[in-house]
Structures are given as C-alpha cells and as structure tokens.
C-alpha cells in the first residue's frame, strides 16, 4: 500500500473516531447539563478513552508485549462500548424525534427538554454498560461445544456418526492467548473427532509473536487428521511463514486441492480453497475451485473447506454435498450481523439450496473488541449421517 493511501485511510479512522466521540460527548456530557465537577470529569475520561483506541492499534507495533496487552484490552473493550452506545443513542434519537414530530415542541419548556436530555444519556448510558459488560463476560468466557447433525445422502451408512471438529475464527493475538488455545486443544480432543478442519482467520500476528501459543493446536488428535485454509486475516499477517509453522505441526493446508479419507473402507472427499482474497496478496495465492474438484468421483460425498460463505455458490456448482465456513463471527456484536448481510449470503447456521448445504460457524475466538452480544463462541462438532433427519 503507497504512502498516500496509508495517510488516507489514516485520515479518514482520525475522522471518525473524532466525529463519534463529539457526538458522544455531545448527546452523553453537554446536552444533559450535568453538575459542572461531573461534567469535566466526563470530558476527560471521553478523552482517554478515545486516545485509547488509537493506542490498541499501535501497542503491539511500538510497546513491549507485557505493555501492550493490557493497553489493547482497554482501547478495544471501549471501541464495542461505543458501538453500543451510538446503537442505544441513535434508537433513543429515533424515539425522541418521533415524539418531538406529534407533539407540539413549543409547548416544551426548558426544563422538560433538559429531564428528556438527561433521561436519554442516563438511560443509553447505563444500559450500554451493562449490555457492554455482559458482552465482554460472553466473550472471554469457556467457549462451548456446539452440536449439529448434518445429513449427507451420499455418505455410506459405514461412516454415519463421522465426527468432524470445526474450529474458526480464532484470532490468537494480544487478546487470545496460550491459555485459551490450550482450552480449546482440551475439548476437541475429548470430543474424539475423526476429522478437525481449521477454516481460517486463526491468527493476528507474527509467527514471532504467536508461535508459542498456536502450538498447542499441533496436540490436536484427529484420527484422519487437522485440516487448514486461509482466512484473510492469514493474509495480512503473512500467510506463507504461517503455512510453514502449521505444516511442522502436523496440520495439512489444503490449498485448492482435495484429499481422499478413508475409514471403515469407505471413502470421503475432503478439500479446501484460498480465502476469497487471496488473489489481492500475489506469491501463487488465489481461490481456485476448479483445481480443487479436478477430477473428483461426483459419487462419493465431498465436504468443502472455504473461510467465507461468499464460496457457496461456486461451491454449488461444482457438486459440493457440504461447504463448512467462519468469517461472519455470526455478526459478534448485534445488529453487525445485519450488515454482514450485505457482504454474505449467509451470517451463522446450517443452509441448504438444492442438493448442497453450508454450514457457517459463529467462531471460536472474537476480532477486535473482545466482546459477544447475541452471537455466542463455538467449537463446533459436525456429526455426519445419511439417515439423520434433514
């Protein structure tokens, strides 16, 4: 990226961090008259906390880990309180602007524009804090298995019950650790899958930095063994160094290419493609789905790994029985999951059009601000079965 679009996108974060923090300042300190020590208290702390926003982003650049990591929790856990409060403000401006519309504003005193003033801040404030505060608790803690059934008419009654683990969306960083990864290495392999399949975004980081921590994943134990494809986030961290270190743990890339598992005699079709924007970072990288099914025996079941749903079509028209996804985080903090609807054609869930199915993944881990609201963490167990009820 040129100078000039760096100092762009620069310009334009500057923007909007210092838009949204008047507007909060504006809607949250001035309109509602607080007591004049309350009022400058409030303004300074706004001030902190918009500084520390920029302050996550440029910890692990400039600060030693130790420092930075506690920095990053502030900045980002204040980036998704402030989602949520311009979400609550915006609701209560709606609600305000209607009544103010049917009801004669003139007849408002001073006073009564004041209380309604202070009712909106208290109210949008408080409750941003405790639904903040419940996200942040959804967010850091246990992630939990989730099961689903996925019926598969092609796949022989011999393999009914084939156990396949998904883990996605991870985002080992500063805030997602050893700690978190060694839980999650706990309970995949107590589930005693066949199959773990790791559809992207896993890290934030160098292999430098996180090497230590994503290590744990190769004690993973799959008895047909631990599948990866790149997510975009793998891309900016620099996905060939990453792709090195997971194959020295025993974790197969699959980049647009298909393995052949066998279990009971009887086979399945495992493959993967590039994340869908691969092809922007060059050095041979780039989604091919032809490549993958070359070739393929369109009689045996094949179960696709792709990080974004955006895949499901092109998947559809190569005969893809089951495409298995991330991206989305299920949207992490309501309402994001109705904009990324705008960009995918599916948030979370199991789907089916025609004879293939997609099943997207909530995620495992979080980006940005640890923090879930109505879109909870999963390590999800995909059990297989002709006979299972569609």
């Known amino acids: 990226m040129s100078l000039g679009r760096i100092l762009i996108f620069l310009g334009v974060i500057f923007g909007l961090t210092l838009g949204t923090h008047y507007y909060l300042w504006a809607r949250l300190i001035r309109d509602p008259m607080w007591p004049s020590p309350w009022r400058q208290v409030a303004t300074l702390a706004l001030v902190l906390l918009a500084l520390s926003i920029p302050a996550s982003m440029l910890a692990w650049r400039i600060l030693p880990r130790h420092v930075a990591i506690p920095v990053s929790w502030v900045g980002y856990i ?27 504003f003139a007849s408002v005193n001073g006073g009564r524009r004041e209380f309604l003033a202070q009712l909106l801040a208290g109210g949008a404030g408080a409750f941003g804090l405790a639904l903040s505060g419940w996200g942040v608790w959804s967010a850091i803690r246990p992630v939990e298995v989730k099961r689903v059934a996925v019926r598969l008419e092609k796949l022989p009654r011999s393999l009914n019950g084939l156990r396949l683990v998904q883990l996605t969306d991870m ?158 985080h299920g949207g992490q903090i309501f309402p994001f999951g109705l904009l990324t609807r705008l960009a995918q054609p599916f948030v979370s869930g199991l789907h089916r059009r025609g004879d293939s199915q997609i099943y997207v993944s909530s995620g495992t881990g979080y980006w940005g601000p640890p923090m879930r609201i109505a879109a909870p963490a999963e390590i999800t167990l995909i059990e297989l079965d002709r006979d299972a009820v569609a």
């Open 78 to 104: 204040w980036m998704g309180s402030m989602f949520v409060l311009l979400v609550l403000l915006w609701g209560g401006e709606l609600a305000r602007w209607s009544w103010v519309k049917y009801a004669s």
């Open 171 to 328: 985002h080992i960083g500063l805030t997602i650790g050893r700690d978190f990864v060694e839980d999650v290495v706990r309970k995949v392999n107590a589930l005693e899958p066949d199959i773990v399949a790791i559809t992207g975004d896993l890290i934030d980081g160098s292999v430098a930095d996180l090497g230590p921590a994503v290590a744990h994943l190769g004690t993973i134990q799959a008895k047909l063994g631990t599948y990866f494809v790149t997510g975009n986030h793998e891309y900016y961290s620099g996905a060939d160094p990453w792709l090195a270190f997971l194959e020295g743990l025993g974790i197969k890339a699959l980049r647009n290419e298909r393995v052949e598992l066998t279990k009971n005699g009887e086979t399945i079709h495992l493959a993967g493609v590039d994340d869908w924007t691969a092809h922007r970072f060059g050095n041979g990288h780039g989604s091919d789905m032809a490549r993958a099914m070359e070739g393929r025996d369109a009689s045996k079941p094949v179960v696709l790994l792709a990080h974004q749903p955006v895949h499901f079509d092109e998947a559809r028209e190569h005969g893809v029985d089951l495409q298995i996804s991330g991206h989305t």
